[in-house]
């Protein structure tokens, strides 16, 4: 295991820390981005460190870095922006409708008709 | 001529975007050429899945790098099922819902992403499909955007998002581990590994974001929220109940026959009978019909999971047909209480009466569902629930069987009440409700009388039903609706525990560390055993 992989390990683990803790619904999403974040230096440490050889051309040096786990994160990055998105525009909603982006006072306020 | 295996994909999603960028008078049209030719796409594939799997692979890329499509026997009836199901919901919103096209395509999107889900072979793509059907899902719950929905739709998509997240953090590890994300392979590979335990901490984090997909006990708390709330369209409702939690269901069939060399059927054979009962006292406790009718499906999910882990084929086969079986009461129920709440405008059931002299045909087919869910003999709930008690010979198995029966049928004792009562209003329902409530209502009645013949059609499976056995069950059902009854009776109406029952909910943050416990607990129980 080396050094990105463990710091994405801490990573992760201080996003769900923050979902767990926090009752601000800004910081949930935050905290969401940032174990997103986590998960995507994981995959990339694993491919490969800075010394391996990048995996361009028609010929590729072996031992180069594994390409699959960059042209996933792709895709994760994108998904991960079109959630962050949606769920801050919903948190916008909620928070003119209600004056708070408090988890537990908008979902009081939720049960008045 | 068969079609491409990804048409139940693509073909809903591009006539969704056809439908966004056409005229609006073409697009009620157009959403029900979409459903039919689903369906028919469907059928076609279903035929030709029995004869032997279908796959194909996208890319030209084979696995273990590349990305294929499967369809098996099992996985060609979900898809069929999804189909059907869709185009009867399009049918009870056409005079509706369907004339908003935002509506129509976001609905089409979402039935491609299921049956993607259902067809996928690949971990990330089913990853990728999951999260964007979780943000479809989250648009069409808060469709009217009234704030509760909004707040109810917030809460479910970022607890899905969360546990997503778990579930992309153990491919991660998964992929170092193995070098492929492809179920096939996994299955291939694993079973030669001597050494699984650097697999425990990837499995136990997928498995924590599929079982909060399933609903499952600790990590329920979004299902009533997301399915219950008051301004979510009926047919979304019936969507997310019938069909979006067996996505969770079936991606834990996947995973277990893939990581077979885990055996944690015990932990989950637990985890499925408490998430039963729990679910039917919930349900006991509410009094708001669309609330009753999501604890209920979280108190289903439990059996189907104690059916899939038993360990016998005869239960898991069961506990498959109770997939299918779900489904259909499960929408008859939402849609006819959708129909409900709009003719009195009230959700409160103890408001309700009189709902059968003032929809006759509705309440029919909801008394038929009803009849399913609870396990009535001649109905298809009798069937799958005769199959999954089939291997249960200790005493414990048994009595948690009944259990979970009389929790069902008190509930929807209560649930039926509503039904009672004089009344000289006649409802005036549009046709394609009543109509699309009917099918699936006979077909409750249609799989239950010919359960044998459906099971065979649908898994391949031959089972045989003893009619001393069955009779048995039959009288069984009778004695706990009786019993049912007087618990309904003289322990549940009136009582004020229950209303303290109904005030126990989750708030975000006790969800979240609900999902850390259970992924906690999982690993332990992994490297402990």
Same mark, same amino acid.
């Given at each position: 295991?080396?050094?990105?992989?463990?710091?994405? /390990?801490?990573? @992760?683990?201080? *996003?769900?820390?923050?979902?767990?803790?926090?009752?601000? $619904?800004?910081?949930? %999403?935050? +905290?969401?981005?940032?174990?997103?974040?986590?998960? /995507?230096?994981? @995959?990339?440490? *694993?491919?490969?460190?800075?010394?391996?050889?990048?995996? $361009?051309?028609?010929? %590729?040096? +072996?031992?180069?870095?594994?390409?699959?786990?960059?042209?996933?994160?792709?895709?994760?990055?994108?998904?991960?922006?079109?959630?962050?998105?949606?769920?801050?525009?919903?948190?916008?909603?909620?928070?003119?409708?209600?004056?708070?982006?408090?988890?537990?006072?908008?979902?009081?306020?939720?049960?008045?008709? | 001529?068969?079609?491409?295996?990804?048409?139940?994909?693509?073909?809903?999603?591009?006539?969704?975007?056809?439908?966004?960028?056409?005229?609006?008078?073409?697009?009620?049209?157009?959403?029900?050429?979409?459903?039919?030719?689903?369906?028919?796409?469907?059928?076609?594939?279903?035929?030709?899945?029995?004869?032997?799997?279908?796959?194909?692979?996208?890319?030209?890329?084979?696995?273990?790098?590349?990305?294929?499509?499967?369809?098996?026997?099992?996985?060609?009836?979900?898809?069929?099922?999804?189909?059907?199901?869709?185009?009867?919901?399009?049918?009870?919103?056409?005079?509706?819902?369907?004339?908003?096209?935002?509506?129509?395509?976001?609905?089409?999107?979402?039935?491609?992403?299921?049956?993607?889900?259902?067809?996928?072979?690949?971990?990330?793509?089913?990853?990728?499909?999951?999260?964007?059907?979780?943000?479809?899902?989250?648009?069409?719950?808060?469709?009217?955007?009234?704030?509760?929905?909004?707040?109810?739709?917030?809460?479910?998509?970022?607890?899905?998002?969360?546990?997503?997240?778990?579930?992309?953090?153990?491919?991660?590890?998964?992929?170092?581990?193995?070098?492929?994300?492809?179920?096939?392979?996994?299955?291939?590979?694993?079973?030669?590994?001597?050494?699984?335990?650097?697999?425990?901490?990837?499995?136990?984090?997928?498995?924590?974001?599929?079982?909060?997909?399933?609903?499952?006990?600790?990590?329920?708390?979004?299902?009533?929220?997301?399915?219950?709330?008051?301004?979510?369209?009926?047919?979304?409702?019936?969507?997310?109940?019938?069909?979006?939690?067996?996505?969770?269901?079936?991606?834990?069939?996947?995973?277990?026959?893939?990581?077979?060399?885990?055996?944690?059927?015990?932990?989950?054979?637990?985890?499925?009978?408490?998430?039963?009962?729990?679910?039917?006292?919930?349900?006991?406790?509410?009094?708001?019909?669309?609330?009753?009718?999501?604890?209920?499906?979280?108190?289903?999910?439990?059996?189907?999971?104690?059916?899939?882990?038993?360990?016998?084929?005869?239960?898991?086969?069961?506990?498959?047909?109770?997939?299918?079986?779900?489904?259909?009461?499960?929408?008859?129920?939402?849609?006819?209480?959708?129909?409900?709440?709009?003719?009195?405008?009230?959700?409160?059931?103890?408001?309700?009466?009189?709902?059968?002299?003032?929809?006759?045909?509705?309440?029919?087919?909801?008394?038929?569902?009803?009849?399913?869910?609870?396990?009535?003999?001649?109905?298809?709930?009798?069937?799958?629930?005769?199959?999954?008690?089939?291997?249960?010979?200790?005493?414990?198995?048994?009595?948690?069987?009944?259990?979970?029966?009389?929790?069902?049928?008190?509930?929807?004792?209560?649930?039926?009440?509503?039904?009672?009562?004089?009344?000289?209003?006649?409802?005036?329902?549009?046709?394609?409700?009543?109509?699309?409530?009917?099918?699936?209502?006979?077909?409750?009645?249609?799989?239950?009388?010919?359960?044998?013949?459906?099971?065979?059609?649908?898994?391949?499976?031959?089972?045989?039903?003893?009619?001393?056995?069955?009779?048995?069950?039959?009288?069984?059902?009778?004695?706990?609706?009786?019993?049912?009854?007087?618990?309904?009776?003289?322990?549940?109406?009136?009582?004020?525990?229950?209303?303290?029952?109904?005030?126990?909910?989750?708030?975000?943050?006790?969800?979240?560390?609900?999902?850390?416990?259970?992924?906690?607990?999982?690993?332990?129980?992994?490297?402990?055993?």
């Amino acid at each position: 295991m080396n050094i990105g992989e463990i710091g994405a /390990i801490v990573i @992760f683990f201080l *996003g769900v820390y923050g979902m767990i803790v926090h009752r601000n $619904i800004m910081k949930s %999403i935050l +905290s969401l981005s940032v174990m997103d974040a986590a998960v /995507i230096l994981f @995959f990339l440490a *694993g491919g490969g460190s800075g010394s391996t050889a990048a995996p $361009i051309g028609s010929e %590729i040096a +072996s031992g180069a870095a594994d390409p699959i786990p960059q042209a996933l994160m792709i895709t994760a990055i994108v998904i991960g922006v079109a959630v962050t998105a949606v769920a801050l525009t919903m948190l916008i909603y909620i928070h003119n409708k209600y004056g708070t982006s408090n988890w537990e006072k908008a979902g009081k306020m939720r049960e008045r008709p | 001529m068969t079609p491409p295996l990804w048409t139940p994909v693509l073909l809903p999603v591009g006539f969704g975007i056809l439908i966004y960028a056409l005229p609006e008078r073409m697009k009620r049209a157009l959403s029900f050429i979409a459903a039919g030719a689903q369906l028919a796409a469907c059928i076609l594939l279903f035929r030709e899945a029995c004869v032997a799997p279908v796959s194909l692979s996208l890319g030209k890329w084979n696995p273990p790098v590349g990305i294929m499509l499967y369809a098996d026997r099992f996985a060609a009836a979900m898809v069929l099922l999804t189909a059907f199901l869709f185009l009867v919901l399009l049918v009870f919103e056409a005079d509706r819902l369907v004339s908003d096209k935002n509506f129509c395509m976001l609905f089409l999107i979402l039935e491609g992403l299921l049956s993607g889900i259902f067809l996928l072979d690949d971990l990330f793509s089913i990853f990728i499909f999951v999260e964007v059907s979780t943000l479809v899902a989250a648009l069409l719950i808060m469709f009217r955007r009234d704030s509760r929905s909004m707040y109810d739709g917030l809460f479910y998509m970022v607890i899905n998002i969360f546990a997503s997240t778990f579930f992309l953090f153990g491919l991660a590890m998964l992929y170092k581990q193995t070098g492929t994300f492809s179920l096939q392979v996994l299955g291939q590979i694993l079973p030669d590994v001597e050494n699984m335990t650097p697999l425990y901490l990837p499995y136990a984090l997928i498995l924590t974001a599929v079982c909060l997909k399933a609903a499952l006990m600790p990590l329920f708390s979004w299902l009533p929220k997301a399915h219950g709330t008051p301004s979510a369209p009926s047919v979304v409702s019936a969507v997310l109940s019938g069909l979006y939690v067996k996505n969770g269901i079936y991606l834990f069939i996947r995973c277990q026959s893939a990581f077979q060399a885990i055996d944690t059927s015990t932990f989950f054979l637990v985890a499925g009978a408490v998430t039963a009962i729990a679910g039917a006292v919930f349900a006991i406790a509410q009094s708001d019909i669309k609330l009753i009718l999501s604890y209920h499906t979280v108190s289903q999910i439990g059996l189907i999971m104690v059916a899939l882990n038993m360990g016998g084929e005869t239960a898991a086969v069961g506990g498959m047909y109770h997939i299918v079986n779900h489904a259909l009461f499960k929408s008859v129920l939402f849609l006819g209480a959708g129909v409900v709440i709009d003719e009195y405008g009230t959700r409160n059931m103890y408001d309700i009466r009189g709902a059968f002299r003032r929809m006759p045909l509705i309440a029919v087919s909801m008394i038929a569902a009803i009849l399913g869910i609870t396990g009535a003999p001649l109905f298809n709930g009798s069937i799958s629930k005769y199959l999954i008690q089939h291997d249960v010979s200790d005493t414990l198995g048994s009595a948690a069987m009944i259990l979970i029966n009389v929790g069902t049928l008190v509930s929807f004792i209560k649930f039926s009440g509503m039904f009672f009562g004089n009344t000289r209003i006649k409802a005036r329902i549009f046709p394609g409700r009543t109509a699309a409530c009917l099918i699936l209502g006979s077909l409750c009645l249609v799989f239950g009388v010919f359960g044998v013949s459906v099971v065979r059609t649908l898994f391949g499976v031959s089972i045989t039903i003893d009619p001393a056995g069955y009779l048995k069950k039959s009288l069984a059902f009778l004695l706990s609706a009786g019993s049912a009854w007087l618990i309904y009776r003289f322990g549940v109406r009136g009582r004020s525990i229950w209303r303290r029952v109904r005030a126990v909910d989750f708030g975000f943050n006790a969800s979240a560390l609900s999902v850390v416990l259970f992924f906690a607990v999982l690993t332990g129980y992994l490297y402990l055993s």
